[in-house]
């Protein structure tokens, strides 16, 4: 697969992965187009599922996993009394636990913390100062996937399913992006020596890693 096929494949499903959860709260809110919603649900879980598993090194069994993944969804969808919100769940859940997973491990003793790595693409080598802050914040990360997964729960057992798909469907960009912009005011206002760094430039830099840590194969 061509560079640029991969590259518009992969723009075009994080556009639906980006657009999907407002379709979703939509039908949850209003009780409308629920077989619609259904459909969304499964397939956003399908894809956060295939990029989830993209350290995978055999494509077939990443098949197998997103193929569980849809399965599982599409059941709970049709068989759970209150199908559509707890169905809902499962991408929600499946991004959280990814991401916690992945920070948590970089956490190990032995290894070097996610967002150190970012710093070092971007600053070169670092004090140790910039090492502590940048292992501090990989935990903050954890803690905010945590909180994310807790709230989830406690809201889809607890609250109405609208108030529930508000929280992981409209303000989950939100929070993200708060994270991700205050993270980074904090981080220029105490360790922002140079070389200075834009927004965008941790934005393309987050990327560039990542995609260096995906298998050729990925969407």
């Not at 991969?6 to 639906?16: E, F, M, N, Q, Y």
């Not at 670092?126 to 996937?145: D, E, G, K, N, Q």
């Not at 760094?197 to 995609?211: G, K, N, P």
């Amino acid at each position: 697969m061509s560079g640029g096929a991969s590259r518009i494949r992969t723009g075009v499903a994080l556009l639906a992965l980006a657009m999907a959860p407002l379709g979703i709260h939509i039908a949850i809110a209003t009780r409308h187009g629920m077989v619609w919603a259904g459909t969304l649900v499964i397939a956003e879980a399908a894809l956060i599922a295939w990029f989830a598993l993209s350290f995978v090194p055999v494509p077939g069994l990443r098949w197998i996993g997103c193929a569980t993944v849809l399965a599982v969804t599409a059941a709970i969808w049709r068989f759970s009394p209150d199908g559509i919100a707890a169905a809902s769940a499962i991408p929600h859940a499946i991004a959280y636990l990814s991401l916690l997973a992945a920070f948590g491990a970089s956490l190990a003793p032995g290894r070097k913390a996610i967002v150190t790595v970012f710093a070092e693409k971007s600053r070169g080598e670092l004090s140790p100062a910039v090492i502590l802050y940048t292992r501090r914040v990989t935990w903050a990360w954890c803690v905010f996937c945590a909180c994310q997964l807790l709230g989830s729960s406690l809201l889809l057992v607890f609250a109405p399913a609208w108030v529930w798909s508000a929280f992981v469907n409209l303000c989950n960009p939100p929070l993200l992006a708060a994270m991700f912009c205050g993270e980074f005011a904090w981080r220029e206002w105490h360790h922002g020596s140079a070389p200075c760094e834009r927004l965008t430039d941790s934005v393309r830099m987050a990327a560039r890693v990542a995609r260096s840590a995906t298998p050729h194969d990925a969407i």
